[in-house]
């Protein structure tokens, strides 16, 4: 079970942080990843981090968005500068094996970009 928090309204220019916490002693086994969707449009991947730490990021984060993991405190967090517009969806916490089973989602967290 993954339960996400730290969304929220915030003005364009703005940061916030997400977290994600497991259940169980296997997070960090888990592949983890935040996807964000917006109502009418695809899920689309923001960020991953494998179970050694090693990153990968949509294209349109341009270095405005960190994933880390606290696997003692099994914790996945995204940490958000800059936000703009365009970055308002609903945003998923996800974790997997490395073989693709115990996939497993978040009930997700709002993110309002607004002037």
């Known amino acids: 079970q993954l339960v996400e928090s730290g969304g929220g309204l915030v003005q364009p220019g703005g940061s916030l942080r997400l977290s994600c916490v497991g259940s169980?002693?296997?997070?960090?086994?888990?592949?983890m990843y935040w996807y964000r969707q917006v109502p009418g449009k695809q899920r689309e991947l923001v960020a991953q981090i494998n179970t050694r730490g090693y990153t990968n990021y949509g294209t349109f984060v341009k270095g405005r968005f960190a994933i880390s993991r606290h696997n003692e405190a099994n914790t996945l967090y995204l940490q958000m500068r800059d936000l703009q517009l365009e970055d308002t969806a609903v945003y998923y916490c996800?974790?997997?094996?490395?073989?693709?089973?115990?996939?497993?989602w978040g009930q997700g967290t709002q993110i309002t970009v607004s002037k």
């Open positions: 996800s974790g997997k094996l490395p073989s693709g089973s115990g996939e497993s």
């Open positions: 169980g002693n296997a997070f960090s086994t888990y592949i």
